[in-house]
T-cell receptor, first 115, second 111 residues
């Protein structure tokens, strides 16, 4: 079990560019979550998948954000036309059937800086 | 919605000291987790503790679900304990499934 893996670890982009992040969950976990964290705050929920189905999206997820999990394994989070306010740590988590899917395990995060 | 409050917001300790961090939550929950966020930003699972008491080395946690609070104890603190400690509760209602987070306790352990 290699844990939840996120790529890249850091991303610096110019305002207006598109960025895509990848998350590989723990292999037997069928639920996958994306959170965003800004400095001094706790993580904020963005969206979650059960297998390939995206079951909930936060109002934080504007039209510029899209997430996919096409085969129910890895997931991607894309931000189009990035803005400086998108600068944050993007965290991915997964959970499995153990403990009724209520225990989440997190990846290392992707730190996005929009300049 | 559920509110999660952590105290204290900041804590400075001398190496070797003990401390207690508190997490209050406003409603019944299915689960409570304690995490340590290291200086590189990774969230490390400390405890899954919807109720009762657990211990792991120098750390222990107690959740009293009926009174809606949880405590994290750190004994004989070390500089590597520095970072932010988060409490998060799991909301599980219909298709609404997510962790609700406190603002964290920022701990600095000085040598």
């Amino acid at each position: 079990d290699t844990g939840v893996s996120q790529d890249p670890r850091h991303k610096i982009t110019k305002r207006g560019q598109n960025v895509t992040f990848r998350c590989d969950p723990i292999s037997e976990h069928n639920r996958l979550y994306w959170y965003r964290q800004t400095l001094g705050q706790g993580p904020e929920f963005l969206t979650y998948f059960q297998n390939e189905a995206q079951l909930e999206k936060s109002r934080l997820l504007s039209d510029r954000f899209s997430a996919e999990r096409p085969k129910g394994s890895f997931s991607t989070l894309e931000i189009q036309r990035t803005e400086q306010g998108d600068s944050a740590m993007y965290l991915c988590a997964s959970s499995g059937r153990d403990r009724g899917h209520t225990e989440a395990f997190f990846g290392q995060g992707t730190r996005l800086t929009v300049v | 919605g559920i509110q999660v409050e952590q105290s204290p917001p900041d804590l400075i300790l001398q190496e070797g000291a003990n401390s207690t961090l508190r997490c209050n939550f406003s409603d019944s929950v299915n689960n409570l987790q304690w995490f340590h966020q290291n200086p590189w930003g990774q969230l490390i699972n400390l405890f899954y503790i919807p109720s009762g008491t657990k211990q792991n080395g120098r750390l222990s946690a107690t959740t009293v679900a009926t009174e809606r609070y949880s405590l994290l104890y750190i004994s004989s603190s070390q500089t590597t304990d520095s970072g932010v400690y988060f409490c998060a509760v799991f909301l599980n209602a219909g298709n609404n499934r997510k962790l609700i987070w406190g603002l964290g306790t920022s701990l600095a352990v000085n040598p």
